[in-house]
C-alpha cells in the first residue's frame, strides 16, 4: 500500500512557524554580549540590542530614530554618512564584511576603542540594511599599552646597563690593550701586530655596544626631539649596515608630546630594521613632514619587498607599528613601491597643547 504523503502545513501552522523563528533571532540578538545595531540606507538606526545600551549609556529610545553618527566622535561623525553615500553609489567596501578598529562615543562624551564587523543585507522587499556588532576593546587596549610601557621601559634598562657597564669596560679592555701594544712595539716584539688589531677589535665593539645602547635609550627620550633621534638612528643604521640611509625632514616639525614622540621614533627603527635584514634593502630614507594637521612619518626601501609569505619573526613587528600608531590616533599602511621595495607610512593627528 502506498502512504499518502503528509498534509501541507496550514496558513496558521506557517504563521505560528514564522513567529517562533522571529522570536527566536530576537533572543539571540537580545541576548548576545556584543552590541548589535542595525541602520538603513540613509544611516538611521532601527534596532539596537540591551548590550548596545550597555556599551554606550543610551537607552533604545534615545538613539533608535536617530543617525548613527551619533555614536561616532569627531572626525568620523561627519564622515560616515559620506562613506556610506560613496558606497551606495559606486559599490567600493571600505568595512563591509571586513572587521576593524575604530572609535566610538559614549552618551558621556567618552571615546573608547571598538571592534566593529558591518554586514549587509537585501530584504524581500528590497529594501537594503546594514548591521553593525561591536564589541568593547577598552580592556584589551589597556593591556595592549602597559605592555609596550613595560617593553620600553625595560628597553630603557637595558640601554642604561650597555652604556654604563658594557661600553665602559670595553673602553677599559681597549686601554689596556693600548699601553700593552705601546709596551711590545718598543721592545720591538712580533706580537705587536696582533695586538693592533685586538686594540682595532675592541674599539669596533665599543663602538657598536654604544650604538646599541642608543638605539634602545634614544635621544627622543632624553630630549623629546624627535628630528634629531630619527636623523641619529639613520646615521647609525648607515655606519652598521654600511648601507645608505637617510634621513630628510624639509621643514621643522616640533614634537612636544614625548610619548608620541617615542612611538613615532619605535616605528621607524622597526621599519627600518625590517628593511634592512628582511628585504635586504641597501638604500633606506626616512622622511618626517607636517600635512593638513597630521604628523607623516615614511620609511622608504629598496629590497625585495613584501614577501608573500611572512618571515619567521616579522609579523609581530608589523604588528607592533600598527598598535604604536592606533595608540595614537593614527594609521600605519605598508605597500609595495612601483620602483621596487616597500613603503611604511604613519600618519597621526598632531597632539593636543597640554594645558
Do not use: W
Not at 320 to 327: F, G
Amino acid at each position: 500500500m502506498s502512504r499518502k504523503p503528509p498534509a501541507a502545513p496550514s496558513i496558521a501552522e506557517l504563521k505560528a512557524a514564522l513567529k517562533a523563528s522571529e522570536q527566536r533571532a530576537a533572543t539571540i540578538v537580545e541576548t548576545a554580549v556584543n552590541a548589535i545595531i542595525t541602520i538603513d540606507e540613509n544611516c538611521i538606526i532601527e534596532t539596537a540590542n540591551s548590550a548596545t545600551e550597555r556599551l554606550f549609556g543610551y537607552k533604545r529610545d534615545e538613539i533608535i530614530g536617530r543617525n548613527i553618527s551619533k555614536l561616532m566622535p569627531q572626525p568620523y561623525r561627519d564622515r560616515h554618512d559620506g562613506y556610506v553615500r560613496n558606497y551606495l553609489r559606486t559599490g567600493m567596501k571600505r568595512i563591509i564584511g571586513i572587521g576593524r578598529e575604530a572609535l566610538a562615543q559614549r552618551k558621556d562624551g567618552s571615546v573608547f576603542p571598538i571592534d566593529l564587523s558591518v554586514g549587509e543585507a537585501v530584504l524581500p522587499s528590497g529594501r537594503r540594511i546594514f548591521t553593525g556588532i561591536i564589541r568593547d576593546l577598552t580592556d584589551r587596549k589597556a593591556l595592549e599599552d602597559k605592555l609596550l610601557h613595560i617593553s620600553e621601559e625595560e628597553r630603557t634598562r637595558i640601554g642604561q646597563d650597555l652604556h654604563d657597564d658594557l661600553c665602559q669596560q670595553l673602553a677599559a679592555i681597549g686601554c689596556l690593550a693600548k699601553v700593552s701594544q705601546k709596551n711590545l712595539s718598543k721592545a720591538g716584539s712580533a706580537e705587536t701586530k696582533n695586538l693592533a688589531e685586538i686594540v682595532d677589535l675592541v674599539s669596533k665593539a665599543n663602538t657598536r655596544a654604544r650604538e646599541t645602547a642608543r638605539g634602545l635609550m634614544p635621544v627622543v627620550l632624553d630630549a623629546g626631539d624627535l628630528t634629531a633621534a630619527l636623523k641619529e638612528l639613520a646615521e647609525r643604521t648607515a655606519r652598521a649596515y654600511e648601507i645608505v640611509c637617510d634621513f630628510r625632514c624639509d621643514h621643522p616639525v616640533q614634537v612636544k608630546d614625548t610619548q608620541t614622540a617615542v612611538q613615532l621614533f619605535r616605528i621607524a627603527q622597526e621599519a627600518v630594521t625590517n628593511a634592512v635584514k628582511h628585504s635586504q634593502a641597501k638604500r633606506v630614507g626616512i622622511r618626517l613632514a607636517l600635512r593638513g594637521g597630521k604628523i607623516t612619518l615614511t620609511v622608504r626601501d629598496n629590497g625585495i619587498g613584501i614577501p608573500d609569505k611572512a618571515a619567521k619573526g616579522t609579523g609581530m613587528g608589523l604588528l607592533t607599528m600598527n598598535h604604536r600608531s592606533q595608540m595614537l590616533g593614527g594609521a600605519l599602511t605598508v605597500s609595495p613601491r612601483s620602483s621596487g621595495g616597500t613603503q611604511v607610512t604613519c600618519s597621526v593627528p598632531v597632539p593636543a597643547k597640554k594645558p
